[in-house]
């Protein structure tokens, strides 16, 4: 049921793809917490928290979205992939220039609809996608990867739906290689005798693990970072823009001990694979 990850190696990634998000301005992150502390997001116990820990996933996502947007100049068409109850579209609000599919393996139709997602698919993700190929710019796929008893498999059918030149927005709770291997070993004997059920933790990763998922499904690592070494939900530091760049400095210098990580993989153009062809 679990598969063995290719052992594939990829260089060390310039400093600058760890370091590329400690640029991105926390304005937005503190004015969208404060837009949706109503609506809980986040930890009951981080409600007077500017700069919730936990947040810092969906503002990752929207700092690279602009990005690509203003990258791209057009409309994007976007895959939460796992969406849930929609907690990144509901932290995102109204999304200029993005289009939404949203697709679970249990979804709420009308309260997906309602947070402005245009097409909704209920599916399980360890399955063929039912999207042609080559048909989304970007795929979010934030805290799934954990839940599935083959990630792998699940990464090479997302890859299959990027268009050329779109990437896949990964990110999952991290651990040090030795570590997430043990990990892993234990979820899949508590899986295998019923300890465990589908939709729990059933996975463990490392940096590694992440690179190797990229690699063996075509798609290039443009970014690689993690994103806390203490998260303290209700403490006065969650409110100081110092203590959560001082995290944020953390993950990047030491993403296998950055508590989550988050992942940038993109795929090459038609144009760029003829050439290597």
Not at 84 to 98: H, Q, V, W
Not at 168 to 188: F, M, V, Y
Not at 234 to 247: D, Y
Not at 268 to 277: I, T
Request: glycine letters at 8%; one cysteine or more.
């Amino acid at each position: 049921m679990f598969r063995a990850y290719a052992h594939t190696t990829q260089p060390n990634e310039p400093w600058r793809f760890q370091s590329r998000f400690l640029s991105w301005p926390l304005n937005p992150l503190e004015e969208k917490v404060a837009a949706t502390r109503h609506l809980n997001l986040f930890s009951k116990r981080a409600k007077a928290s500017s700069y919730p820990i936990r947040a810092l996933r969906y503002w990752w996502v929207g700092c690279f979205l602009a990005e690509e947007i203003e990258r791209m100049g057009r409309t994007l068409t976007v895959l939460d992939a796992g969406c849930s109850n929609g907690e990144i579209k509901t932290y995102l609000g109204d999304t200029k220039r993005l289009k939404w599919i949203g697709v679970d393996w249990r979804v709420d139709e009308q309260a997906l609809s309602g947070l402005g997602y245009d097409r909704i698919y209920q599916h399980d993700l360890n399955k063929s996608l039912p999207l042609p190929d080559g048909s989304v710019d970007v795929v979010v796929f934030l805290h799934v990867a954990e839940h599935l008893p083959n990630p792998i498999d699940t990464v090479t059918e997302l890859s299959r739906i990027v268009r050329p030149g779109g990437v896949l927005l990964g990110g999952s709770p991290i651990l040090p290689k030795a570590i997430a291997r043990w990990r892993r070993r234990q979820h899949l004997r508590a899986f295998q005798k019923g300890a465990r059920k589908p939709g729990e933790h059933i996975q463990s990763f490392s940096p590694h693990d992440w690179r190797e998922f990229l690699a063996s499904t075509g798609l290039t690592l443009e970014m690689i970072n993690g994103a806390f070494f203490c998260r303290w939900s209700g403490s006065p530091l969650e409110s100081m823009r110092w203590w959560i760049r001082l995290n944020q400095l953390w993950g990047a210098v030491f993403p296998s001990l950055g508590g989550e990580l988050y992942v940038v993989g993109r795929k090459a153009h038609a144009l760029s694979l003829w050439f290597k062809a």
